[in-house]
């Protein structure tokens, strides 16, 4: 059963503009919710994250919005840079972080 | 230190053979996850070691793999008779026992599988 659920396969966006990633959980449990980005041949890599405690969390260009009574996040990036072309993970986790579940991907292009 | 690293990079092997990987974690990172992907999904979680011990453990993952972390530093996954499903990425991350970066995984490079 898939608890992290990603329902867009892929995103473009123009450069400058406001790109949003939408991520749904199934998990009441989770506490602990992340954002990756993963480029070709490579592992992914770190974006952002937010406690279940809090509904935004904000770093630089990017911002995660956490809606637990929907069960629901998304993660906004502005303005979309060509360099943010890569598919990007949702992850959660319970209160002890022993095992994280990931979304399918959204793979988003920043067209120049 | 340079981040996680993982060997091989790639594997092709046949139908019924043993293969095994190796991963290296940060070096002061306690904690160790493994996990597998395949096209078109994301990672999906295998193992859990905190330091040495195996904490957790999928239900999906078969008798068929077996997980090590000797001495709390590196960790071995080894799959015995190796099957066509078993073709994937194989993915390592690490993260610290505490701080700010607790639940941040850091991933390594991934070892792709190809099994023939």
């Known amino acids: 059963d898939q608890q992290v659920k990603q329902n867009s396969p892929s995103l473009s966006v123009q450069e400058g503009r406001i790109s949003i990633l939408n991520c749904d959980y199934t998990n009441s449990m989770f506490d602990y919710f992340l954002w990756y980005k993963k480029y070709p041949a490579e592992g992914p890599t770190f974006l952002i994250s937010i406690s279940s405690i809090k509904d935004k969390n904000e770093d630089g260009r990017f911002t995660v919005f956490l809606n637990k009574s929907a069960k629901h996040l998304s993660l906004h990036i502005v303005p979309s840079q060509p360099g943010d072309s890569a598919v990007y993970f949702c992850a959660a986790s319970g209160v002890t972080g022993n095992q994280f579940y990931f979304g399918t991907g959204t793979s988003l292009t920043v067209i120049p | 230190d340079t981040g996680v690293s993982q060997d091989p990079r790639h594997k092709i092997t046949k139908r019924g053979q043993n293969v095994t990987f190796r991963c290296d974690p940060i070096?002061?990172?306690?904690?160790l996850y493994w996990y597998r992907q395949t096209l078109g999904q994301g990672p999906e979680f295998l193992t859990y070691f905190q330091n040495e011990a195996q904490l957790e453990k999928s239900r999906l993952l078969s008798d068929r793999f077996s997980a090590e972390r000797p001495k709390g530093s590196f960790s071995t996954l080894e799959i015995q008779r190796t099957e066509q499903g078993d073709s994937a990425m194989y993915l390592c991350a690490s993260s610290p026992a505490s701080g700010s970066a607790y639940n941040e995984q850091f991933f390594g490079p991934g070892t792709r599988l190809t099994v023939l």
């Open positions: 070096s002061e990172h306690n904690r």
